[in-house]
Nanobody
């Protein structure tokens, strides 16, 4: 099974950018659909973005469409989330997730096979 570790979170001003990374170990991520979720204080965890195994297809939550970009490098066993034009509402712990079953299964976020520990993103106004 693959293990996931997120990095790249931090404090940024509104309008700024951050790039999150998700490093995988234990098994190649090439066989997994990958995604990002987030959980803001006092709120449920929500889907952010997902990418297919060969990076042909991507899917985004409406709230981040046009501002965030998910990408992957299977050779480096990594997935990324480029976040631009950040807003205070983007403040959350961001989690990387992996599942072999399908892109929409990942989007639904139910009983996914692997989760990372999360990285905190704080956007100040």
């Amino acid at each position: 099974q693959v293990q996931l570790v997120e990095s790249g979170g931090g404090l940024v001003q509104a309008g700024g950018s951050l790039r999150l990374s998700c490093a995988a170990s234990g098994r190649t991520v090439g066989s997994y659909f990958m995604g990002w979720f987030r959980q803001a204080p006092g709120k449920e965890r929500e889907f952010v973005a997902a990418i297919s195994r060969g990076a042909i297809s991507t899917y985004y939550a409406d709230s981040v469409k046009g501002r965030f970009t998910i990408s992957r490098d299977n050779a480096k066993n990594a997935v990324y989330l480029q976040m631009n034009s950040l807003k205070p509402d983007d403040t959350a712990v961001y989690y990387c997730a992996a599942d072999p079953r399908g892109l929409m299964t990942l989007v639904q976020g139910t009983r996914l096979e692997v989760w990372g520990q999360g990285t905190l993103v704080t956007v100040s106004s």
